[in-house]
T-cell receptor, first 118, second 113 residues
Framework: GAGVSQTPSNKVTEKGKYVELRCDPISGHTALYWYRQSLGQGPEFLIYFQGTGAADDSGLPNDRFFAVRPEGSVSTLKIQRTERGDSAVYLC????????????????FGPGTRLLVL | KQEVTQIPAALSVPEGENLVLNCSFTDSAIYNLQWFRQDPGKGLTSLLLIQSSQREQTSGRLNASLDKSSGRSTLYIAASQPGDSATYLCAVSSTSGNTPLVFGKGTRLSVIA
């Protein structure tokens, strides 16, 4: 079956612009996570959805960052007034609700969106 | 706040060598620990997941151990191959179920043919 997909794969924008990054999780997965990975660093947690609601948004760096998941499937990460320091790979992951053969703890990652702010 | 450290940051070995990657974490109250592989331009692939009650997990040439009380884990790769070249990331979760992961910075491995 299809894995987690993210679009676009690459995004170049200018400082001050608004960007949207999309994540399509594995069908049926109730949990969805956004992470940010800067060059030479490990992924850092941004926000986690359980269904349609943000269960934990403590990793969002400031109020320029916002994410939605209106129907409990696709999620969009929105960044306003982009800054050069926002340049990174934005990773999305999804995990199942449990009860089947998949463990709830297993997170399946997408290929990421590489964002470059000039 | 949980912090995860991985040593070394980079490692280059000739093909066929056995090698060990190290991971340490500051808060021993973890639920599980995972090792991931990341290829350039790709997402993360989960290699092994060790529950806090377990001591080790094995998959093929990979063996991961966990010493929760000392806050350490190792990933052992036997008979390394050029295809093993990638960045290996260690991550811990603090509670059961769906929970964000805390990652280390990774170890970049190069296996030379």
């Amino acid at each position: 079956g299809a894995g987690v997909s993210q679009t676009p794969s690459n995004k170049v924008t200018e400082k001050g612009k608004y960007v949207e990054l999309r994540c399509d999780p594995i069908s049926g997965h109730t949990a969805l996570y956004w992470y940010r990975q800067s060059l030479g660093q490990g992924p850092e947690f941004l926000i986690y959805f359980q269904g349609t609601g943000a269960a934990d948004d403590s990793g969002l760096p400031n109020d320029r960052f916002f994410a939605v998941r209106p129907e409990g499937s696709v999620s969009t990460l929105k960044i306003q007034r982009t800054e050069r320091g926002d340049s990174a790979v934005y990773l999305c992951a999804s995990s199942p609700s449990g009860g089947g053969f998949e463990r709830k703890e297993t997170q399946y990652f997408g290929p990421g969106t590489r964002l470059l702010v000039l | 706040k949980q912090e995860v450290t991985q040593i070394p940051a980079a490692l280059s070995v000739p093909e066929g060598e056995n090698l060990v990657l190290n991971c340490s974490f500051t808060d021993s109250a973890i639920y599980n620990l995972q090792w991931f592989r990341q290829d350039p331009g790709k997402g993360l692939t989960s290699l092994l997941l060790i529950q806090s009650s377990q001591r080790e997990q094995t998959s093929g040439r990979l063996n991961a151990s966990l010493d929760k009380s000392s806050g350490r884990s190792t990933l052992y790769i036997a008979a390394s191959q050029p295809g093993d070249s990638a960045t290996y990331l260690c991550a811990v979760s603090s509670t059961s179920g769906n929970t964000p992961l805390v990652f280390g910075k990774g170890t970049r491995l190069s296996v030379i043919a």
